[in-house]
Every structure is written in C-alpha cells, then in structure tokens.
C-alpha cells in the first residue's frame, strides 16, 4: 500500500508542475538545447548523429525512445501525432523525467522498508514522499536532463543488489553508467557493497554449520532429559553471547580506529579470496561492465564524451568540503542541532586516547586547509553564468573575502564528523567505501555542481539513523519553500543579459 500511495502523492506535484513548465517555458532551455534536439534525431532513427556539445552518453535518449513507443499508439489514436518523430515532442520528452520521478519515489520507499525494516509502513512513506522533495532532485524532473534517469537507475540497481540479485543489479548500474559515465563510481560501490554482505552472510552461514554439527556430535550420546537441560543453557549461553557482542560491536564502531578498520578489511579479503569462485559467479556481470567502461575511456581517449576542453578532470579536493556543507544544509534539522553538537564533542572528551582523537583532528584540518589552498578551482562557467545559483554563493559566501573559504574548512570538518556520526551504525567498510565513492566521483570534476551530489545525499540520507517524524517534518517543510522559490525564480522571474539581446534567462540550479 505504501509504493501506491507514494507514486500518488508524487503525481499529485509531478503532474500539475510540468503542465505549468511546459506552457510558460515551452522551448527547450540551457542544457535542453543539446539533449532534446539529440533525442528527436534518435526519434526519427537517425542514430549516426551526435552533437559534440553533449558530455554524457545517449542513455536519456534510449529510454525516451521507449518511453515515447508506450506514448505513440495513444497519441495517434487521439490525432495528435501522425508519425513517431513528430511524438517526440518538448512536453513529452520532458515527461520521461516526470515518469522517472514517480519511479524514484517507489524506489526511494523500497530501500526504506529494507534498509530500516523495524521503521511503520507509515512513516516508511513519509520519508520517501519527503525525499522525493529533495530540492536538487525535484527541480530536474521539470527539464530534459539526465539527473532524474541517473538516480533511478543507481537507486535500482543497489535495490537489486540489497536483494542479492547481483545480475539484474550489474544490468541496471551499466543503464546508470550508459546515462551518466561517472555512476562507473556508483556501481563499484554498489558491487563492493554487495561483496561485503555475501562474506559476511557465508561466514555466518559457515558459523551456523560448524556450531550446528558440533552440537550434534556432543549431543548423540546423552540422554535426552541432559540433552534438553544443555540446549537450555546454550539458547542462554548464546543470548548472552549476542549481547555482548552487540555491545563490542558499538564500542568499537564508537571507536573507528585504525586498526579495527584493517583488520576488518583484512577479514574480507581473505574471506573472498577463500570463495573467490563463488563471488566471481555472483559478481562477473559487474566485472564485464566495468570492462566495458575501461575500453570505452580507452577508445575515447576521456571519460568524458563531448566539450572535452571545458569538462577536463582536475584534482578538485575542495568538492569534499562543499558537499559536506551542501548535504548539511538539507539535513539542517540532524547536523545542527545542539544534541548532535554535544554527542560529537563527548565522543572526543570521552575518547580512550585523547591525543590520538585530536591527531585525526588535526590531519583532518590539515587537509582541508590544503585542499582549499591548492585545490580549489574557479571554472570559467561558475564566475560568468549568473543564471545558476552557485554563481552567486561563490561571489557573495566563498569569494566574499579571501579569509572565507578557510573559516569554512573547521565547519566542513564538523559536519563529516556529523555525517560519520549518522552512519555509525552502518559497517565500518560501507562507510570508508562510501566516502570513497563520494570522493571520487566529486574531485574530478572542475565545474561546482549542485545536482552532482544528489546520489551522494541519498546513499546518505537512507542509511542515516534519523528517524525521529520532527527532523523530518522540519526537512520535508524546509524542501518545499526551497523549491516553491526556485520554481517561482525560474518562471517568474526571467531577465535578459543585455537590453539589446531578445534571449530570455531563468534561474537554475
């Protein structure tokens, strides 16, 4: 009942706001005269073509043509269209990301009940309906990019691999990486992730074997009053066991310490190199596609596709910080709250070895001091494209004054302890992987992009122990003021760069 009701509450925004996009902005828009004039080629078959502006590979397009066959027999039922090329429409291309919205949600709700399953079924809803606000997310369901096809793909993906159905979940990250090169990120993730739980699940189930069989074996030769007496203390024996390793399990996951994380990286090796067949036979899928990617890059000479020039990979490690500070804002309600505050500043105050906690502390600072000293780039795009928002938080917060990029390395540096402090009870390897992945799909990229980190913030935000109904409520209201204002900006407020120029120009994220 809860995906149903999800898709509905989705469609009740998705619909009405794409009727009102599409009469007031009915020509395509800033990235859209790329994309859409690509997939009308593709809608009149001609697949040879390509526009050397695009950067990301014809996924969007695919899916659209498919998206545009259910459409067709409609359509030309209603004479709407007499021919499929003239289907593909503005309106209707854009629509595909609308569909996929609804998806999203549906999926969004999915890994909620099985990521949290002690969570209602009720508030299991709630959180999705809040997510599928997400500003960054909820903006570009309205326009023809690829941002809404990349989440739904990767979101499925990791679904299918939560379920152990490695397969279709490898099909599903090569539809993400086929309509975003870089998701390659997201399905290493997803496959390490994957790798991680089927050890984890055989050690168990190789535990549960051994333990099993040496209890039968004690167990043949005593009478059976003695034997019901011993099963007793062994059901105790073993709760007890459970216990106290629960507890060690949260001391040590308090801890984070080095050492724990090598050893438990080291217990994974070595237990996937023991069953390295099995894993090969679950995970080769993912193992092809990423084979697919390297010639790909190899062929191509770069990841990326068109524009090559303007989207060179650099070291950009300040992206770290600016997502720390991105993702907190929309998760104000849990990172700056007094009680987290005080639950990071008493996890260093109660630290078994003080001077070890403020070394981390330091190196962390370090870091990222140096990271906005020397790996900090100003893109041509960002200082001279005033139709995004980015360009104006760089001129009015970050370049405001030469001082302001360093006060934000300290506040940075608490909200990854806070976003660590939310993940504790995840695995220490999930959230090292995660980081990583995190890292890696970030620093590359030259440009300051808001919608880049929206599947960072969602692999964030569904693993994250925050439950309680006020942050949420407190984030879905803070969602939709922030997209009532963007959506106002964008529609109503439209300006021209000179009076002698007829172009108009919105507001975009």
């Known amino acids: ?17 794409s009727v009102l996009v599409n009469l007031i902005v009915p020509e395509p828009y ?15 078959g001609n697949f040879t073509s390509w526009d050397p502006m695009i950067t990301t590979p014809p996924g969007l397009y695919f899916v659209s043509l498919a998206h545009v066959a259910s459409l067709f027999p409609g359509l030309t039922s209603m004479q709407v269209a007499s021919s499929f090329s003239e289907t593909c429409t503005t309106p209707i291309l854009r629509l595909v990301n609308g569909v996929l919205a609804v998806i ?22 709630f959180q999705a309906v809040i997510l599928a606000l997400y500003p960054l997310h909820w903006f570009f369901t309205f326009l023809y990019y690829t941002d809404v096809a990349s989440l739904a793909a990767v979101l499925a993906s990791y679904l299918m691999s939560l379920k152990k159905n490695y397969p279709f979940s490898a099909l599903l990250s090569a539809l993400a990486v086929f309509v975003r090169q870089t998701n390659i990120v997201w399905m290493i993730f997803i496959a390490c992730t994957g790798v991680l739980d089927f050890t984890l699940d055989r050690q168990k189930d190789n535990r549960k074997y051994s333990d099993s069989k040496e209890l039968v074996q004690e167990d043949t030769m005593l009478p059976s009053n003695q034997m019901r007496s011993n099963m007793r203390k062994r059901r105790t024996a073993t709760h007890a066991n459970t216990q106290s390793h629960s507890n060690s399990q949260t001391t040590a996951s308090s801890s984070h310490n080095a050492s724990e994380l090598f050893d438990d990286l ?4 070595s237990s996937s190199w023991k069953m390295k067949w099995n894993l090969l ?30 989207h060179a990979v650099s070291p950009h490690f300040a992206q770290v910080l600016y997502f720390s500070l991105v993702s907190a ?11 987290q505050f005080l639950q990071i500043a008493q ?21 990222g001091f140096i990271s906005v000293h020397f790996f900090s780039i100003a893109h041509p795009y960002l200082l001279a494209d005033n139709r995004h928002y980015t360009f104006y938080l760089w001129r009015k917060v970050v370049n405001r004054h030469w001082l302001m990029k360093y006060l934000l390395v300290p506040v940075s540096t608490y909200l990854w302890l806070s976003i660590f402090s939310i993940l504790e009870r995840q695995k220490r390897l999930w ?14 990229a030259p440009l300051i992009e808001f919608r880049y980190f929206t599947i960072p913030f969602f692999f964030l935000i569904l693993h994250s122990h925050v439950n309680d109904d006020r942050s949420w409520f407190v984030m879905g209201l803070m969602y939709a003021a922030v997209n009532c204002f963007t959506m106002f900006m964008f529609l109503f407020r439209p300006f021209s760069w000179t009076p002698r120029e007829t172009g108009v120009q919105r507001f975009i994220w």
């Open 329 to 339: 804002l929309f998760m104000a309600p849990v990172h700056f709250s007094p009680v």
């Open 1 to 17: 009942m809860g995906k149903i009701a999800v898709a509905f509450i989705a469609s009740l925004w998705v619909i009405p706001v």
């Open 347 to 367: 996890s260093f105050w109660r630290s078994h070895n003080k001077l070890i906690s403020l070394s981390k502390l330091s190196l962390a600072l370090t870091a």
């Open 30 to 44: 800033m990235d859209e005269i790329f994309h859409i004039p690509q997939a009308q080629q593709y809608c009149k």
């Open 266 to 269: 080291r217990d994974v090796i």
């Open 281 to 310: 036979a679950s995970f080769y899928s993912f193992f092809i596609t990423l084979l697919g990617f390297i010639a790909f890059v190899l062929w191509n000479g770069s990841i990326v596709l068109g524009a090559k020039e303007a």
């Open 431 to 444: 959230v090292v992987a995660y980081f990583l992945a995190t890292a890696a799909t970030l620093i590359p």
């Open 104 to 125: 999203c949600s549906i999926l969004v709700y999915d890994l909620i009940a099985l990521l949290k399953p002690g969570l209602s079924d009720k508030k299991a809803t």
